[in-house]
Each structure stands twice: as structure tokens, then as C-alpha cells.
């Protein structure tokens, strides 16, 4: 309020405080006795669009347990989930709108009695000593995700949608015996809607606004901080996180630095510190590797090796680990406008590929597995991940990554079901080592695998299920072995135009 701009974040305030008091947020009360009363403060943001907003948002960390909130966990859709769908709607050619609620978490209902004082700068005058009994819900209480995804879920479930069972943050809408469909991804207040039906996607629009005040975006271009850019004639999607991207590089002082060809240096080996880490250094280090993974979750692939090494030294990281993780930043300053391309006339399903290196970690020498699923060309899901037990063979290594490899299948094809799809048909999964495709395709115990835990052969029951058909595939050809290994730069190049990552500028 001591900026240039008071003016516009007082108009922010004043449009945040009406809507509260429009959608009857609370009442004024005595200040009661022997009750705890939830303090708040304002927060503003200049959104993407040049919007000023201001947000009163409750000190949810003031409430106590039990008497201000109980439950409190509320679902969103999964990436992946979101990555499936824009996929199956470039091969099906599918329409992609997108809306956003306006104070969604304000149309929550409260089951608990809370008090929480009133707003800075808009305590009602001659009611200064009153508190806010509030009747809904309200940002930053501990319970506000949950009771608006409440309200919205059983909105959902009257126009006649079913949540998926494989994704508590999709709901799918079936018309004509199944042959016709639309899907709405809920991520807290921001949803996506597609379907083969546009006069259907209008009239859910339509239905929704008439419960909630709502924004209609129109023809998708953002979605979760992802850009969005399609070619309807081309039948291509294409996503990235530039934007994303370029404000980490920002905050970490890196956006002039000079760019490097992969993700970690040829050569790099990373082991534990003999030394402790100073507390500042901690936190810079474990706020640069969460940024990382969360670049890593939506549409960069490519940096899960590295990201995935990096983050075991979380707990006690080196000069060296930060020098390393400052060279994925350089990475992405070269590559910040990669973005995941699914083709739509490729006519591509489900296809996957797994991968391990064996006692490839210096410290203890546990193996990384690693998958990569492909559809539509692009890449939809992927995992690099130190296995839980020490392998004493390769084959015993790549055995463990097939079976996680197994059951990210299952889980796949479970939502594809439920979205309608055929999945009669055996999925892919391409492996690299004869000796675990010989194991997983045959009920064998001998010597050598006596020993391998009962989990993992899960794998050679999908397999006997017609889940999955395992095929050889040589080193060379095995997409998921730039996600156990750090690779060279040609074959993370080979890697990266495999899984449909590509420049603005590739055709």
C-alpha cells in the first residue's frame, strides 16, 4: 500500500472483499470465549495477463485439529492422466476448451464452527471487537480444497458424469452406448474439458456457469502452467513450460548463463559429502532440485536422470552437487523451448519401454530403473527411479524396472478403459536384456534367481494375463536407457526426437 500501485491492489482488494461478502463468506459475531479465532492477511499477485489480485487467504497453521478442521485431503488430476488425454484428443481429433473458477474455494460449505478476524484495512466500523463467523469455506483454511472439490465432485456427478476410479481428478460423460464421450480434468479451480461432441462441451459450459461464477477460456492455450499450442490441420499438440523454465533460471541467477548440450557433464560422478552442509546452502539447494522436479513432472523427460541423482543428496549436498544441479539449469537455458509433441495422424497406442543400470550408484551400488510410455508419438509417462534392494545381476536389475515398468501398464490401460478405450489388445513393453525377458515369460527358479523377491515377478504374471507382450529391443534402440544413465549427447539427441521432444522449429 506504500507502492506506486496502491491504488490498483486497493481496487483488488475491494473486488476480493465484495465477492466475499456477495457469496455471504460470513457473518459478524461477538469474539467468543475460549475459542481459538484463525488470523489472515492479504496477498497479492500480478497474474499472466497483467491482472492485478489480491486474495484474503486464512492462516490455515492457527486453526487446531479437531475443532476447526478434520479431514482434509482433496484429490487433483495427475499429470500423466492430463498427458494420456491430450494425446488420445490429438489421434481422435477431439475439441479442448478450458475454464477457471473465481473464488472456487468460496462455494465450499463448512461442517465446523470457525472464527476468523476480520480482513486489514476492512474491519467494519463501530464492529471493531466482532470476528468472522464463516459459513464457507475460505482460502488457506486446511479444509478448503477438500469441501470445494466436494461441492464441485457431486455438481459433476448430476450433469451425469462418473469419476474415474484411476483418477479421482477426471470424470467422464458417456452418450450412445459409449461411442460418444466427454471428459472434464479437475485441478482444483482450473478444468479442462474435451470430447467428440462440441454442442455438448458448450452445454456442460453452460450448466457449470449457471452453478459457479466462472471464467471461459476458450479453446485451451494454458493449462497448469503448460503451453498448450495445437494444429488442428497438422493434427499436432504440442506442450512446453518455456515460461515456467525461463522464471527458474531467473530466480537462481542463471538466465545469461551460457547454455550446455546435456543435462550433466560427461564424466559427472556424483557420491555423497563427507562434509555438512550449512543450513543456507540446504534450502538454496533443495529449493533449485524441487523446481527441477517439477519441470521434470510436466514436460521434461530428459533431465529425469539427472534431476532424480541429484535429489538423493537432499538431505546434504556438496558444492559439487550444486554445481551439478546449476549445470541441468544450463541444459535448460539451451533447450527452455522444448516441447512434447503428440501427432494425432501417426494413429500410435500405448508402447512402452524399461530399462536398468546395474549398481550404477557409486554410494551404495543399487541400480536406477527407469520407463518411458509412448503414444501418439510423444512421450505420456515416464520414471527414473534407484531401485529399494541391491541387484546382483543385470538381469536381476532390468527384472525389478520391468515389474514397475508392469505396473504402470495396468494402471494405464485401467484409465483407458474407463475413458472408453479398446484395450483388448496386449500393450508393448520393449526391453533390452534377454535374460529378463526369459524370466519374465517363463515360471523358471533356479540358482541364480531363487532369491529375487516374489514382487517382481509380477511382471511374468502380466504377462501370462495378455497384459503386456515383451519384446527385445537392442541398447541402442531402448528409449528408457537415457533415463537410468548419463548419456552422450548423440544419444540423448536420438532419445529426444524418439519420445516426440522437440524444437519450435523441427517439422
Given amino acids: 500500500m506504500a507502492s506506486p500501485d496502491a491504488e490498483k491492489w486497493r481496487a483488488a482488494e475491494k473486488a476480493e472483499y465484495d465477492s466475499l461478502i456477495e457469496n455471504k463468506t460470513w457473518i459478524l459475531v461477538p469474539r467468543p470465549k475460549n475459542r481459538q479465532v484463525v488470523a489472515n492477511r492479504w496477498v497479492y499477485d500480478i497474474k499472466h495477463d497483467g491482472r492485478y489480485k489480491a486474495r484474503l487467504v486464512a492462516k490455515g497453521f492457527t486453526q487446531v485439529w479437531g475443532e476447526d478442521y478434520n479431514e482434509t485431503f482433496s484429490p487433483v488430476a495427475r499429470f500423466e492422466s492430463i498427458r494420456y488425454l491430450l494425446a488420445h484428443a490429438a489421434l481422435e481429433d477431439w475439441d479442448i476448451e478450458s475454464m477457471d473458477v473465481k473464488t472456487a474455494f468460496l462455494n465450499g460449505d463448512l461442517e465446523e464452527e470457525i472464527y476468523m478476524e476480520q480482513p486489514e484495512g476492512w474491519v467494519v466500523p463501530g464492529k471493531e471487537n466482532f470476528v468472522c463467523l464463516l459459513l464457507k469455506a475460505i482460502y488457506g483454511l486446511k479444509q478448503a480444497s477438500r469441501q470445494w472439490n466436494a461441492k464441485i465432485h457431486q455438481i459433476l456427478l448430476d450433469l451425469g458424469f462418473i469419476r474415474t476410479y484411476s483418477d479421482a481428478g477426471v470424470y467422464v460423460y458417456r452418450r450412445h452406448r459409449g461411442d460418444s464421450v466427454t471428459i472434464i480434468v479437475l485441478y482444483v479451480d482450473d478444468l479442462l474439458l474435451m470430447g467428440d461432441k462440441p454442442g455438448h462441451i458448450k452445454a456442460i459450459k453452460e450448466a457449470l456457469m449457471k452453478q459457479f461464477k466462472m471464467m471461459d477460456l476458450g479453446p485451451v492455450s494454458r493449462f497448469l502452467g503448460l503451453n498448450i499450442v495445437r494444429d488442428r490441420k497438422a493434427r499436432t499438440?504440442?506442450?512446453d513450460q518455456i515460461d515456467y523454465i525461463q522464471s527458474v533460471l531467473e530466480r537462481f541467477d542463471m538466465a545469461d548463463c551460457k547454455p550446455a548440450r546435456t543435462p550433466l557433464p560427461a564424466g559427472a560422478v556424483l557420491e555423497k559429502s563427507s562434509h555438512t552442509a550449512a543450513e543456507h546452502s540446504r534450502k538454496r539447494y533443495q529449493s533449485l532440485i524441487g523446481s527441477l522436479l517439477y519441470a521434470t513432472l510436466g514436460t521434461r523427460p530428459d533431465i529425469s536422470f539427472a534431476v532424480q541423482k541429484l535429489s538423493q543428496y537432499?538431505?546434504?549436498?556438496?558444492?559439487?552437487?550444486?554445481?551439478?544441479?546449476?549445470?541441468?539449469?544450463r541444459y535448460l537455458q539451451g533447450t527452455n523451448d522444448y516441447r512434447l509433441r503428440y501427432y494425432g495422424a501417426s494413429n500410435d497406442g500405448l508402447l512402452g519401454y524399461s530399462d536398468s543400470d546395474w549398481a550404477e550408484d557409486r554410494d551404495d551400488r543399487r541400480s536406477t530403473g527407469a520407463y518411458v510410455f509412448l503414444m501418439a508419438g510423444g512421450a505420456i509417462s515416464w520414471q527414473s527411479r534407484k531401485q529399494p534392494t541391491v541387484s546382483l545381476s543385470s538381469t536381476e536389475a532390468e527384472y525389478k524396472a520391468a515389474s514397475d515398468a508392469c505396473r504402470q501398464v495396468v494402471w494405464l490401460r485401467t484409465f483407458g478403459e474407463e475413458l472408453g478405450d479398446d484395450i483388448s489388445r496386449p500393450t508393448p513393453l520393449c526391453l533390452d536384456n534377454q535374460g529378463s525377458i526369459f524370466l519374465s515369460v517363463?515360471?523358471?527358479?533356479?540358482?541364480?534367481?531363487?532369491?529375487?523377491?516374489?514382487?517382481?515377478?509380477y511382471t511374468r504374471e502380466q504377462a501370462e494375463l495378455g497384459t503386456i507382450d515383451i519384446y527385445y529391443v537392442a541398447t541402442e534402440d531402448q528409449l528408457a536407457d537415457s533415463l537410468t544413465k548419463n548419456v552422450s549427447f548423440s544419444i540423448?539427441?536420438?532419445?529426444?526426437?524418439?519420445i516426440g521432444l522437440v524444437s519450435p522449429s523441427a517439422v
Avoid at 314 to 329: C, E, G, I, M
Wanted: hydrophobic share 30%; no cysteine.
Fill in 442 to 457: 517363463n515360471p523358471v527358479t533356479e540358482r541364480r534367481t531363487k532369491h529375487v523377491d516374489v514382487q517382481y515377478h
Fill in 314 to 329: 537432499n538431505s546434504n549436498p556438496s558444492d559439487a552437487h550444486w554445481n551439478y544441479a546449476k549445470y541441468v539449469l
Fill in 237 to 239: 499438440i504440442d506442450i
Fill in 492 to 498: 540423448l539427441e536420438r532419445f529426444r526426437k524418439a
